[in-house]
């Protein structure tokens, strides 16, 4: 484990290596999937080296809140073209 994670990042990664771990995956794929997860939520968070938050948000138009806001203006014009 990296040096720039904290205990809290060791214990986030300890569970998902654990979990993947039960749920079927080899013990390397299981390292993989923990080690890209904690280091996504670090970036996320603003906790690498460098890190911007504005700058990991700026790309971020393919989170759930965008497309379900997105879906919904698209679909009630769509239902109002239908009704015509």
Do not use: C, F, L
Not at 24 to 34: H, Q
Not at 36 to 55: D, I, L
Not at 60 to 69: A, E, K
Request: glycine share 10%; aromatic share 2%.
């Amino acid at each position: 484990m990296p040096k720039a994670w904290s205990n809290k990042r060791e214990r986030q990664y300890e569970h998902i290596k654990r979990s993947a771990k039960s749920r079927g995956r080899s013990a390397g794929t299981a390292k993989r999937i923990a080690a890209a997860t904690v280091n996504k939520t670090r970036r996320q968070k603003g906790e690498t080296k460098g890190s911007s938050r504005s700058r990991s948000r700026a790309g971020g138009g393919s989170s759930s809140r965008s497309r379900r806001r997105t879906a919904a203006r698209k679909g009630g014009r769509a239902s109002a073209r239908s009704r015509r």
